[in-house]
């Protein structure tokens, strides 16, 4: 039986990001970017106008005001085909470019057109007008070749953005592990179903899958597993094609117990079996290293409490290794317990329970759990409080470390 | 003009959650549920053993130890069909429901099986037994007919292991709501193409669409819409069969910002054009109610930092309303000031910057920001610093609200 830190180092040595593929960049928000991204152009790739107004040389309006022959009129999307001399002016738009010349715009408000026949003039009444002014000079914020993304980035929807802007519209990224997820026993009848005598419904199955997604993996549900040798072995083939397989149920020691035989039968090499942890203790990790990805095997006690713990302790910085997260700190909190707990000591525990803000303060509140079946009372916690092993009773007050739910 | 508060609730009195639909549970993570959903069954459905072992009566194991006589094997799946009487026992493994009689079970650590032709006889030594131990009762975790999860809850992956555990494969949820995205501007090419002179890649379409799909969306890409009457008329018509139809560009006042006279036109009620606020002033919204989903309109301005800025603020929001989710609090922080800081002070302000923890301390850095064109700079921040009107100096060390982006 090892800790439950030595297990994620174990997990985590064999957790190398997956390789890197082109993806839209549509489709990257959440990816870790596995290239650096240059840009292919300037920007903005001229002066830009940035108010809608006239372009003028700013010495021209020293007097504070003007009249100017207005050349021609230059909007978004248009190239100016003038060159603004002393005396003259170009109508702009918003997001122009600004004709060779002008060095400032003058806004639309500070001005009035003038139409006699063929020519315009526009008289201009501002005495502040400054070189430079309601313009953006090309390449501000960015220079062809410099780089905009680097690897190792977590992109966001604004990159996606600024990749469109660069050029890119795919991008090389860590993709997202796929998961299968096969819960096992012969307890077992899918959610459709009246459980009949003995039968429970499969509840595992479907929330790892909903975990593993909300985690950054694509799962794939290979539905329920009965404790037979033969049936197991085909689920854990199937299993097997995946980046990451997640059984639940088997791994105890009871006489149906029967995955770590077949995964071992199957070619999975186990690395542990046994968690210092509650609830938890019988978790299983191996590896299979035949397979084209390497598939990691994570063998999860069958109650679904005990389930979703391994899957945040273990599973979870799995599936963000393997998308190329750097391996970040466990979210957790710290807080005051709002009330004395009790527990039997001998493995460190990990208790569903709310967390609230009180006056000012993070309490956290273990609530009333009835045991590693308990869903019901799970969902109604955010947390999870962390008791260390080797103590029975912990105070009101105490602080307490809280691993954070989604 | 009006204040960034008042178009807000502008937006959300119109905003109402779209018709519930049934969805399969496993799509329902981050959606909202729109019914109660209660239990068909207890859970467990019967009393249940928690160790492998033998169960047992407890008053049998008064001396400490005793030899009973095996009367059968029960496994998860299995139903027991043996009575356990006095000096009797069965042998059980995790999850399988407790014989008739038994009211303990000892772990199978204490137990030592002795077989001798047909009969099996188990020996235990165990000398604190007590009644119910090892034992979840039927129903300790949810009664049939209770309600496990109420209408309006945002559901997580556990919940979906609850819904498995009651029967339900389908919920009621409020669906996400469809986001249709039209960038608008001559200028316009999209981000596959070398812009020409005059012209830029299309870098809101993408980004409105990943920010659309991140805060709960659904994007639909209208791609680019040029500066033509009736070219925006069909795409804006193409764009009011969504819940949501979010325009870039074309919403300032100048000689082609056509977009309020569309929309008009395809029937759109104008609520508001523009907002005290900066970058964004120029926002428009409206609402179509002739058609089928009472379609939400954002004009936005073509900024991509001002579009950014405008859909945090006001789409987003609007996103979490349709979808279901009670209005909650912009995800802001209080934060001091890592530099001074200087603005023209007309216009409530939101500035690109970074957060960071510095001694305890949450420190936000505006900043070096070229405009609203710079995407590169706002992919480095991590919320928008907001500046309140009518002060063009900040300290540093000022208490700052920071908008948190996601």
Redesign the interface.
Same mark, same amino acid.
């Given at each position: 039986m090892i800790d439950v830190s030595d297990a994620l180092s174990l997990i985590l040595e064999r957790a190398d990001a997956r390789p890197p593929a082109m993806k839209p960049?549509?489709q990257t928000?959440?990816l870790v970017l596995a290239e650096d991204v240059a840009s292919?152009?300037d920007?903005? /790739?001229?002066d830009?106008a940035?108010m809608?107004g006239y372009a003028v040389i700013a010495a021209d309006m020293r007097g504070g005001t003007a009249e100017l022959q207005v050349l021609e009129?230059?909007?978004? &999307?248009?190239?100016p085909r003038e060159v603004v001399v002393s005396g003259t002016a170009t109508r702009i738009?918003? &997001?122009?470019?600004m004709p060779d010349g002008a060095d400032a715009v003058v806004i639309?408000e500070r001005t009035e057109l003038i139409e006699s026949g063929d020519a315009s003039t526009v008289r201009i009444s501002d005495d502040a007008v400054e070189a430079g002014q309601n313009i953006?000079p090309q390449a501000? %914020?960015?220079r062809k070749g410099?780089v905009?993304?680097r690897a190792g980035r977590r992109l966001?929807?604004?990159?996606?953005?600024?990749? %469109?802007?660069?050029?890119?519209?795919e991008a090389l990224v860590y993709p997202q592990p796929t998961v299968a997820v096969l819960a096992t026993?012969?307890?077992?009848v899918? %959610?459709?179903q009246?459980?009949g /005598? &003995?039968?429970?419904?499969? %509840?595992?199955?479907?929330?790892l899958?909903?975990?593993a997604?909300?985690a950054g993996g694509t799962?794939v549900?290979l539905g329920i597993g009965r404790?037979d040798e033969a049936e197991l072995s085909r689920l854990v083939q199937q299993g097997l094609e995946e980046d990451v397989l997640v059984l639940s149920g088997g791994v105890?020691?009871?006489?149906?117990d029967l995955v770590p035989k077949v995964l071992q039968d199957a070619g999975v090499e186990p690395v542990f079996h046994k968690v210092r942890l509650k609830p938890g203790k019988p978790m299983w990790f191996g590896v299979a290293p035949g397979t084209a990805p390497n598939t990691l095997v994570f063998g999860l006690p &069958?109650? /679904?409490v005990s389930s979703?713990v391994c899957f945040e302790l273990f599973v979870r910085p799995a599936l963000a290794a393997l998308a190329g997260h750097q391996p970040g700190k466990q979210p957790t909190v710290e807080a005051r317990l709002a009330r004395p707990h009790r527990q039997r000591g001998d493995r460190p525990t990990y208790f569903p329970a709310v967390l609230r803000e009180d006056s000012g303060e993070t309490l956290v509140e273990p609530l009333d759990w009835?045991?590693s079946?308990?869903?019901?009372?799970?969902?109604r916690a955010n947390g999870l409080a962390m008791f260390p092993a080797g103590r029975l009773g912990f105070e009101q007050g105490e602080p307490i470390s809280v691993l954070l739910?989604?």
């Amino acid at each position: 039986m090892i800790d439950v830190s030595d297990a994620l180092s174990l997990i985590l040595e064999r957790a190398d990001a997956r390789p890197p593929a082109m993806k839209p960049v549509g489709q990257t928000p959440g990816l870790v970017l596995a290239e650096d991204v240059a840009s292919d152009i300037d920007s903005p /790739p001229y002066d830009k106008a940035l108010m809608d107004g006239y372009a003028v040389i700013a010495a021209d309006m020293r007097g504070g005001t003007a009249e100017l022959q207005v050349l021609e009129e230059v909007v978004a &999307g248009d190239t100016p085909r003038e060159v603004v001399v002393s005396g003259t002016a170009t109508r702009i738009m918003t &997001g122009a470019p600004m004709p060779d010349g002008a060095d400032a715009v003058v806004i639309i408000e500070r001005t009035e057109l003038i139409e006699s026949g063929d020519a315009s003039t526009v008289r201009i009444s501002d005495d502040a007008v400054e070189a430079g002014q309601n313009i953006l000079p090309q390449a501000t %914020s960015l220079r062809k070749g410099d780089v905009v993304l680097r690897a190792g980035r977590r992109l966001a929807a604004v990159d996606v953005g600024i990749m %469109s802007e660069v050029g890119r519209h795919e991008a090389l990224v860590y993709p997202q592990p796929t998961v299968a997820v096969l819960a096992t026993g012969n307890e077992l009848v899918p %959610s459709e179903q009246m459980p009949g /005598p &003995g039968q429970i419904r499969n %509840s595992n199955g479907p929330m790892l899958c909903a975990l593993a997604d909300k985690a950054g993996g694509t799962a794939v549900d290979l539905g329920i597993g009965r404790d037979d040798e033969a049936e197991l072995s085909r689920l854990v083939q199937q299993g097997l094609e995946e980046d990451v397989l997640v059984l639940s149920g088997g791994v105890s020691a009871g006489v149906l117990d029967l995955v770590p035989k077949v995964l071992q039968d199957a070619g999975v090499e186990p690395v542990f079996h046994k968690v210092r942890l509650k609830p938890g203790k019988p978790m299983w990790f191996g590896v299979a290293p035949g397979t084209a990805p390497n598939t990691l095997v994570f063998g999860l006690p &069958g109650n /679904p409490v005990s389930s979703l713990v391994c899957f945040e302790l273990f599973v979870r910085p799995a599936l963000a290794a393997l998308a190329g997260h750097q391996p970040g700190k466990q979210p957790t909190v710290e807080a005051r317990l709002a009330r004395p707990h009790r527990q039997r000591g001998d493995r460190p525990t990990y208790f569903p329970a709310v967390l609230r803000e009180d006056s000012g303060e993070t309490l956290v509140e273990p609530l009333d759990w009835h045991g590693s079946a308990d869903l019901p009372t799970l969902a109604r916690a955010n947390g999870l409080a962390m008791f260390p092993a080797g103590r029975l009773g912990f105070e009101q007050g105490e602080p307490i470390s809280v691993l954070l739910l989604d």
